[in-house]
């Protein structure tokens, strides 16, 4: 099994920033990607950033203001600037990852963060 820690998030102002962090942790030989997906009140979860090993992909309403970094030992941080109010949600970590050369991946998904941005 996966586990997944994450940190960071809170309240912050219009215009400030905030860095999230999750830590991969358990039966895990190799990572396929690493992501941060939100969830708005009232509204489905949507993919935020994504790094994978032909780079980063991020959402359109994100581009340009959030920074997704892989730090290596199964770890990644979402460096998030410029917030605004439709930035609020819980922010989720996903990671796919396979335990063994020749195993099936697996999807883990960390607890949840809130942020919320609000002045």
């Known amino acids: 099994q996966v586990q997944l820690v994450e940190s960071g998030g809170g309240l912050a102002q219009p215009g400030e920033s905030l860095i999230l962090s999750c830590a991969a942790s358990?039966?895990?030989?190799?990572?396929?990607?690493m992501a941060w997906y939100r969830q708005a009140p009232g509204k489905q979860r949507e993919l935020v950033a994504a790094?994978?090993?032909?780079?980063a992909h991020y959402a359109d309403p994100v581009k340009g203001r959030f920074t997704i970094r892989d730090n290596a030992k199964n770890t990644v941080d979402l460096q998030m600037n410029s917030l605004k109010p439709e930035d609020t949600a819980v922010y989720y970590c996903?990671?796919?990852?396979?335990?063994?050369?020749?195993?099936?991946?697996?999807?883990?998904w960390g607890q949840g963060t809130l942020v919320t941005i609000s002045s």
């Open positions: 790094i994978r090993s032909d780079g």
């Open positions: 358990g039966s895990i030989f190799s990572i396929h990607s």
């Open positions: 996903n990671v796919v990852s396979q335990p063994g050369p020749t195993a099936r991946y697996v999807e883990a």
